[in-house]
């Protein structure tokens, strides 16, 4: 597996940590003792290993240290090909004050380590496993275009395709209401979280699909009171549904400074609720489950927490540690499994009959 070290910059042997100096997680210099922050490249070195055990489901979750590209490349044989569900929440670009990685690469840079890690990533699922990617405005066409075979031209001249036949499955959206302010332009308040499936002919592999473990409260039963609901045809028990493809809801703001979930060490942390929901739907206890941008943990504690045997790649070795000592402590508060309540916007208009039972 891949350690990452640097070049193209110098920091010096004795500068120590990184002093970038941020505002709301965003670069805004730097110390004058610190150099500016190096690009990376993967040197095929072994990265540090750090692993834990869910002993009550029999599962495990280990921890490599060094750059995906490289980590992907080299991935055990029984991993490689055989990795039942991916999600990957990349640096986006943003100049964002991440421990010891460079994010301000110019586009074409930018562009060619996401299609690389994307060919990782392909490579590594097992025929009909999933990959999730979590994705601002920025990408996300690139990111759908290339994953869906489209040949991308980069700014050299240059095309590629991706690694693998991918299938789409949902382009779905991650909203919240605490957008970063703004008056020059409307307030962004989504992130895209893009689900696509690794192509299997017949008999190579199945997706895994588990709508039951995520239903939540329908409309029609939380808000509208219409009793047609309690005698669905679909196969969904009475009052349920596969939730839709815009996600919000209670746990399922961004996760703020005052929130049990913060690790304030880290700039972007995805809440817990998102991450059980992906993992449940796409996974089943004791599937193998990858993230190749560890950062604060989330993947690996929900992973963990619901009997998923989990491997994460994270560049920062202080990162990766942290996101351990996560991975062990658990989730901040209990997952929910089996589906959810309403996540209706309006009030009610109309109570259902027999609505204090347990639905």
């Not at 991440?98 to 690389?116: C, G, K, N, S």
């Not at 994705?135 to 700014?155: F, H, M």
Request: charge should be positive.
């Amino acid at each position: 597996m891949g350690r990452a070290v640097e070049t193209g910059g110098t920091r010096g042997a004795e500068a120590g940590p990184s002093k970038t100096r941020a505002r709301n997680g965003i670069r805004i210099g730097v110390d004058a003792m610190e150099a500016p922050m190096p690009m990376v490249v993967p040197t095929g070195k072994r990265g540090g290993l750090r692993e834990c055990r869910n002993l009550v489901a029999g599962s495990s979750s280990r921890v490599v240290v060094g750059d995906c590209r490289q980590v992907l490349a080299d991935l055990p044989g029984d991993l490689m090909g055989k990795v039942d569900l991916i999600f990957a929440d990349p640096p986006f670009n943003w100049n964002r004050g991440y421990d010891r990685w460079a994010d301000a690469m110019p586009e074409v840079e930018y562009l060619t380590f996401t299609y690389d890690w994307l060919d990782g990533c392909c490579r590594a699922l097992r025929p009909g496993g999933a990959l999730w990617v979590n994705i601002p405005d920025d990408w996300a066409a690139e990111i759908v275009c290339y994953l869906k075979g489209r040949a991308a031209v980069l700014a050299t001249g240059q095309t590629r395709r991706a690694a693998c036949r991918m299938d789409m499955e949902n382009w779905c959206v991650w909203h919240f209401r605490f957008g970063q302010n703004t008056t020059k332009r409307f307030i962004g308040s989504k992130v895209h979280a893009l689900y696509f499936v690794k192509h299997a002919e017949p008999g190579e592999g199945e997706r895994t699909w588990n709508p039951m473990a995520v239903l939540e409260l329908s409309d029609r039963a939380a808000i509208y009171g219409d009793e047609r609901t309690m005698s669905k045809k679909d196969g969904m028990p009475a009052g349920k549904r596969v939730p839709m493809d815009v996600w919000y809801g209670q746990y399922f703001g961004r996760v703020q400074g005052n929130s049990k979930e913060r690790r304030h060490y880290h700039d972007n942390q995805l809440p817990e609720a998102y991450l059980a929901r992906v993992v449940q739907a796409c996974s089943n206890p004791g599937d193998k489950v990858l993230d190749p941008f560890l950062g604060s943990g989330t993947t690996g504690v929900v992973a963990h927490a619901l009997g998923r045997n989990f491997t994460g790649i994270e560049f920062s070795e202080h990162n990766a540690e942290l996101a351990l000592d996560r991975i062990r402590a658990g989730p901040a508060r209990p997952l929910e499994t089996g589906g959810g309540g309403s996540t209706a916007i309006g009030k009610v208009r109309r109570k259902l009959k027999g609505a204090g039972k347990e639905m």
